[in-house]
């Protein structure tokens, strides 16, 4: 396992993650805001009249339901807000 930090226009929050997810994080980020949200079955909580809303902690739960079962990937911490460009740990 290894740490990320995800946000979506709020807090940055550190998560735990399977290896392959923290390696190759923009192709999960992809599969899940381009095809997944749009082509599964599973996702009329996130499905507005508008389109799609989602947030970190729902692709921290598609990763955990869909993807990785085995592999829980969890919160660590919540950095607060952080501005862009800010050293982070």
Known sequence: MK???LSADGDSVVY???DDVADHLEKYCLEFCDDWLW???HV???RTA????YNEADF?????QYVFPGEKSVA????????LG????
Request: negative net charge; charged residues 20%; proline residues 9%.
């Open 44 to 46: 009329q909580k996130y």
């Open 39 to 41: 082509n599964s079955p």
């Open 76 to 83: 660590l911490e919540n950095l607060g807000w952080t501005e």
């Open 50 to 53: 508008s389109g799609v809303c």
């Open 16 to 18: 735990s993650v399977p």
């Open 3 to 5: 740490r990320i930090i």
């Open 86 to 89: 800010e050293k982070l740990p």
């Open 60 to 64: 921290i739960d598609y990763l955990n």
